[in-house]
């Protein structure tokens, strides 16, 4: 019995390595910006065998003060009311950018996998289950975009009245992430806010964060 638990320890002499991502950075008005500010250290439920020793996976920074403000700032001036670049460009252009974000999504995959497995210690089934569900979902919600942009492109008729409509962004989206799925739950928040045009402060969950940092 005692063998069969220890084998739930990561050992000593084992080839696995675990993930370590610099998080001290933070995104703002387009631009990736070094975070120099106090930070907090991620450390795995993974424990190595014959010792109390866990493994750091990392960094994040607990932002505050200033450069908080300066992210909330940066969202309201990108609206600007709703006629910033990225509300008023077209439906064809955001999911042009969106194709390209899940292009890389794709490419980061298994990165991502990895690390939801050593952050939250989620086994590796439900950990592609999460990234790839997400990847279906944002494919989805660009084919429900587009079809929403052809719908809108077009006059309806009800009882003689002819209308033409369509859905605009509604301003400045806070997204916030949950730590039993912190990449799915996430996102599922952020793509069709961003792919409508609103611009958005995103908080990610303290306990799955570095899933985001790839």
């Known amino acids: 019995m005692s063998k069969d638990f220890d ?13 370590h991502i610099d998080g001290a950075k933070y995104l703002v008005n387009g631009e990736v910006k070094p975070w120099k500010g106090k930070t907090q250290a991620v450390y795995s439920p993974v424990f190595n065998s014959k010792s109390d020793k866990s493994n750091e996976l990392g960094v994040y920074p607990m932002m505050e003060g ?31 950018c969106m194709e390209k974000f899940l292009a890389g999504l794709k490419a980061k995959r298994d ?21 790839d569900r997400t990847i279906i979902y944002i494919q989805d919600t660009i084919k429900e975009a587009k079809a929403l942009h052809n719908r809108e ?29 912190p990449f799915n ?19 990610l969950p303290r306990t799955g964060v570095l899933c985001h940092f790839p």
């Open 7 to 19: 084998d739930l320890f990561l050992r000593e002499d084992s080839n696995i390595k675990p993930p």
């Open 66 to 96: 200033q450069a908080v403000m300066d992210c909330l700032d940066a969202a309201v001036h990108a609206y600007n009311y709703g006629r910033g670049e990225w509300p008023g460009a077209t439906m064809a252009f955001r999911i042009q």
């Open 153 to 181: 492109s077009t006059f309806t008729n009800d009882s003689g009245v002819f209308a033409h409509t369509r859905r605009a962004p509604i301003g400045v989206v806070l997204c916030l992430g949950p730590f039993n799925y």
């Open 111 to 131: 990165e991502i996998v990895t690390l939801l497995q050593w952050e939250i210690c989620k086994n590796s089934a439900d950990s592609q289950k999460e990234v």
């Open 185 to 203: 739950e996430t996102y599922t928040t952020l793509i069709p806010a961003i792919l409508m045009g609103n611009t958005v402060v995103m908080k």
